[in-house]
């Protein structure tokens, strides 16, 4: 299930895993928490939401996040945190 949660006023990721930058840009990966309905893995570029999916368990989106870090890693993108 692909999932939408923006970040409005007062909404922050509960947890940034990593961020990589190429050719003067950003791209975030973050955990966010909905209690009882699991994580949400979101992908942020420059800061604006791109993507995100949910996990009845917080492993479950971090394993999503290794996979998409290995993937930009390997198309040239850097990681910085």
């Known amino acids: 299930m692909w999932s939408f949660v923006g970040y409005g006023v007062g909404m ?15 791209f975030t990966c973050a955990l966010r928490s909905h ?13 604006e939401f791109v993507d995100g999916r949910r ?7 971090v394993e999503l996040a290794d ?3 290995e ?4 198309e040239g993108w850097t990681l910085i945190n």
């Open 12 to 26: 922050v990721p509960d947890e940034t895993l990593w961020t990589l930058t190429k050719d003067g840009k950003r």
């Open 35 to 47: 209690g009882k309905y699991g994580w949400e893995c979101q992908f942020l570029e420059d800061e």
């Open 55 to 61: 996990f009845a368990m917080r492993s479950q989106a």
């Open 67 to 69: 996979v998409e870090r």
């Open 71 to 74: 993937e930009h890693e390997s």
